[in-house]
């Protein structure tokens, strides 16, 4: 199993910064890569951005430019630096990792774009 734990989150007005995190812990060797997605109230869990055991970052159109996976050597803790933000990102982030042909999922940190 691994265990997820995001961070981060908070209220933030537009045109600023937020730098979310997600530790993971438990059997997290060969995790495949890991992600964050979001959930904007009334609408579908949408992708934001992975990177994989290569190291290649991958992003949604409406966060590129904007937003910046990375993640730490030891590979057990990525980051998602938010810049830019506008009231459309508001939404409950959600980390995930892949390990083999499972998705594990943190709980979430909202964050709220508003002045």
């Known amino acids: 199993q691994v265990q997820l734990v995001e961070s981060g989150g908070g209220l933030v007005q537009p045109g600023g910064s937020l730098r979310l995190s997600c530790v993971a812990s438990?059997?997290?060797?060969?995790?495949?890569?890991m992600g964050w997605y979001r959930q904007a109230p009334g609408r579908q869990r949408e992708f934001v951005a992975v990177i994989s055991s290569g190291d290649r970052p991958n992003y949604a159109d409406s966060v590129k430019g904007r937003f910046t996976i990375s993640r730490t050597d030891t590979k057990n803790t990525i980051y998602l630096q938010s810049n830019s933000l506008e009231p459309e990102d508001t939404a409950v982030y959600y980390c995930?990792?892949?390990?083999?042909?499972?998705?594990?999922w943190g709980q979430g940190t909202q964050v709220t774009v508003s002045s």
């Open positions: 438990g059997t997290i060797f060969s995790i495949n890569a």
């Open positions: 995930y990792a892949i390990r083999g042909g499972s998705v594990f």
